[in-house]
């Protein structure tokens, strides 16, 4: 049974389907209600740890999401963009996974900026990717159960997979996992091509990310904030923000307010261990504003370990 129907549950309940293991998912919030839902969602290795397991995860997911890049249901789309910066910057730490990461002509740069990056990477339109997943896994033979669990090992299967984000603070009594607030506004996208990441902008975190309709705009990372209220100082913020980088966005009619609480931890958590009463579980969550980046590679190795625990060749 896998705790969990953001994109790590969808995604590892998908992949153990296809490996012939008769998965099925308890979540106590569906897509559009969870975290999943509100990320941007563009391929970047962001808040999530440690640095070498991150890059291989997220080396893997790129090269799926490429393949589904193909199929347009799926939401997923290759676009070019730039990472901007104030100050001269090494090549970034994740280049191995991106085929295409060059340094930024002066052309390329908003105004302000010294430095940056353009590179092609996957965006993934997460209202329509989400419910792709939802259907890639009914059609798979799952079932989802709208419910929520006070503990892992109330979860009545001989294998329990926790894929339960934020929640894994209270489910696994894990105090490490900490919420990292992010507030986004969501705009009608008013022809922009290409993606911008700002992330020192010294004002804050400040990125555009296009999609087929909307451009989603950002962003905060408050770290153990909790709070689910967009503040509307932070929204004003954020737009003028994003029009200093990309003018266009001026006067651009906005479509709604979004917060999501992005599951931070030290360390992602993907391990086998056995609960108190026997019950063998693995853990897959703590993806921190990783989550969709690491997706398939993580599901991929959570399979793995759930093979392991079956006693099943890996
Ligand atoms: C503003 C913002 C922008 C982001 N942008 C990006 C981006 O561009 N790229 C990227 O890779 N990542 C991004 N992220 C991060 C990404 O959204 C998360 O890493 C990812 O969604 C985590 O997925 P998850 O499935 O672990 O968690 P969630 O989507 O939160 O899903 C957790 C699931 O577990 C269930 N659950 C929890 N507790 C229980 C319980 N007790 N009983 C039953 N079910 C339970 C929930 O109901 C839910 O179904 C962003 C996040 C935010 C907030």
């Known amino acids: 049974m896998v705790i969990g129907c953001g994109v790590i549950g969808l995604t590892t309940a998908i992949r153990l389907r296809e490996a012939g293991l008769d998965a099925n998912i308890i979540a106590a919030a569906l897509p559009p209600d ?8 563009i391929w970047y290795p962001y808040k999530a740890y440690p640095e070498d397991r991150v890059l291989a995860w997220g080396k893997h997911t790129f090269e799926e999401f490429v393949s589904l890049s193909a199929l347009p249901e799926s939401g997923v789309r290759m676009r070019e963009g ?18 295409d990461v060059r340094r930024c002509t ?26 792709y997943l939802m259907w890639r896994f009914a059609a798979a033979g799952g079932s989802v159960e709208h419910r929520a669990i006070s503990s892992l090992e109330e979860v009545g299967s001989r294998m329990v997979v926790n894929c339960a984000g ?32 700002d992330e020192d902008n010294p ?36 737009l003028r923000r994003c029009a200093e980088l990309e003018s266009k966005l001026e006067g651009a009619e906005v479509l709604e307010h979004r917060i ?26 703590g993806h921190g504003g990783s989550g969709v980046t690491l997706s398939w ?18």
Not at 34 to 41: L, N, Q, Y
Not at 106 to 131: A, N, S
Not at 166 to 174: H, K, N, Q, T, V
Not at 260 to 285: A, K
């Open 34 to 41: 969870t975290t999943s839902s509100v990320a941007a969602a």
């Open 82 to 99: 730039v990472e901007v910066y104030r100050r001269p910057v090494p090549d970034p730490w994740w280049k191995d996974a991106v085929p």
């Open 106 to 131: 002066k052309e390329e740069l908003p105004p302000g900026c010294r430095d940056g990056h353009t590179f092609t990477v996957p965006i993934i339109e997460m209202p329509v990717y989400l419910g």
């Open 166 to 197: 934020l929640g894994a603070r209270e489910i696994a009594s894990d105090e490490r996992m900490v919420p990292i607030r992010g507030q986004v506004v969501r705009v009608r996208n008013p022809g922009i091509p290409r993606f911008i990441l």
């Open 203 to 238: 004002e804050g975190l400040t990125y555009v990310v296009p999609r087929s309709q909307d451009c989603v705009l950002g962003g905060t990372a408050d770290e153990g904030d909790w709070n689910l209220e967009p503040d509307p100082e932070t929204s004003a913020s954020i």
């Open 260 to 285: 999501g609480l992005r599951p931070g931890r030290p360390e992602v958590r993907l391990e086998l261990e056995e609960l108190p009463g026997g019950l063998p579980c693995v853990h897959n969550y």
């Open 297 to 314: 590679g993580c599901a991929g190795e959570a399979v793995d370990l759930v093979r392991e625990a079956l006693g099943r060749p890996v």
